[in-house]
């Protein structure tokens, strides 16, 4: 089995020594920047207090860490990816019956045979047009698990040119902020 994947093996360890050195650990503090929909906002300690995003800035409790904003990002980004699915669910004429935001580990997202769409939260730090590619692809297996040619049809029909994002995929995916706790 190992001899027959060789050739995929060394494809993906090219690719993960082409992406560089994971981003720097974040740090909780004031000024900190942490990514959501594409840009960068700065983090401001306050006394307490849920996370949220106000005028301009992403606030955090003190004393608060990663699982604060994993669940953050979350909570928000499960009403922004319900609403922002739909259009492609009509254009792809998929069949989704629900859609979750949850770690996947390394994987940005995933789905089942009976509809259900799971998306990564760090998926969230994506600008929006990379979002509509991770949405496109796991709506296209929905119609077709593998990634055979027929796929990849399926995926150009909804999102032409689509190799440009999943490009842009690869290199932007080793920038965002994964911490143990929320893979």
């Given at each position: 089995?190992?001899?027959?994947?060789?050739s995929?093996?060394?494809?993906?360890?090219?690719?993960?020594?082409?992406?560089?050195e994971?981003?720097?650990?974040?740090?909780?503090?004031?000024?900190?920047?942490?990514?959501?929909?594409?840009?960068?906002y700065?983090?401001?300690?306050?006394?307490?207090g849920?996370v949220?995003?106000?005028?301009?800035?992403?606030?955090?409790?003190?004393?608060?860490a990663?699982?604060?904003l994993?669940?953050?990002?979350?909570?928000?980004?499960?009403p922004?990816?319900?609403?922002r699915?739909?259009?492609w669910?009509?254009?792809?004429?998929?069949?989704?019956?629900?859609?979750?935001?949850r770690?996947?580990?390394?994987?940005?997202g995933?789905?089942?045979?009976?509809?259900q769409?799971?998306?990564?939260?760090?998926?969230?730090?994506?600008?929006?047009?990379?979002?509509?590619?991770?949405?496109?692809?796991?709506?296209?297996?929905?119609q077709r698990p593998?990634?055979?040619?027929?796929?990849?049809?399926?995926?150009?029909?909804?999102?032409?040119?689509?190799?440009?994002?999943?490009?842009r995929?690869?290199?932007?995916?080793?920038?965002?902020?994964?911490?143990?706790?929320?893979?």
């Amino acid at each position: 089995m190992v001899e027959a994947k060789r050739s995929w093996l060394y494809r993906k360890l090219a690719e993960k020594r082409d992406l560089g050195e994971a981003p720097p650990e974040k740090e909780y503090v004031s000024g900190e920047g942490f990514l959501y929909l594409g840009r960068s906002y700065r983090l401001r300690i306050v006394a307490s207090g849920d996370v949220r995003l106000i005028r301009g800035r992403l606030e955090l409790a003190k004393g608060g860490a990663a699982k604060d904003l994993v669940r953050w990002y979350r909570r928000v980004g499960e009403p922004w990816l319900r609403k922002r699915v739909q259009p492609w669910v009509s254009r792809m004429g998929a069949e989704m019956t629900g859609l979750r935001v949850r770690p996947l580990g390394y994987r940005w997202g995933s789905c089942s045979q009976d509809g259900q769409v799971n998306i990564h939260w760090a998926t969230m730090q994506l600008p929006p047009t990379l979002i509509d590619y991770v949405l496109v692809h796991e709506l296209a297996h929905l119609q077709r698990p593998d990634h055979g040619p027929e796929f990849w049809r399926i995926v150009e029909r909804a999102m032409p040119g689509y190799e440009d994002y999943r490009q842009r995929l690869r290199s932007r995916g080793n920038e965002l902020w994964l911490p143990e706790e929320g893979r």
